[in-house]
């Protein structure tokens, strides 16, 4: 199912993506790879296939509003800038969070996109 918008929350254990439109809300949640090693490289290659996965659920999606910790927003952003730069269009704002839940954050997307395409009230259901 693919949505013209879509919130993504970061955090290391897994990210939530909300696909969104007037109507309808999808949630997915991908869950953070786990490769036990005490070599860095394996980290490192963790975190670009769990990044990897994230970015392939956001393909086709026009506007994506990221958030998250700080922390997780940067090092998201790194991977999407050095792998995945055509995703980087995509990606209209990035916004730090704490822990809202599913509800909290498709209201934030759905007020953000409100203002951004000007027209209040567009993407809530009616």
Not at 27 to 47: D, F, M
Request: proline residues 3%; aromatic residues 6%.
């Amino acid at each position: 199912m693919t949505m013209s918008h879509a919130v993504v929350l970061i955090d290391h254990q897994a990210v939530k993506i909300m696909q969104f439109d007037a109507e309808q809300s999808h949630l997915e949640i991908i869950k953070a790879h786990a490769i036990v090693t005490r070599q860095h490289r394996g980290a490192v290659r963790a975190e670009h296939e769990f990044f990897a996965e994230v970015c392939d659920h956001l393909k086709g999606i026009a506007e994506i509003l990221v958030t998250g910790s700080h922390q997780g927003q940067a090092e998201f952003h790194h991977y999407v800038q050095k792998h995945r730069p055509a995703l980087a269009s995509q990606i209209v704002n990035w916004e730090t969070v704490d822990h809202p839940t599913d509800a909290q954050l498709l209201a934030r997307a759905r007020h953000y996109f409100d203002h951004r395409n000007g027209l209040p009230g567009a993407n809530r259901p009616g």
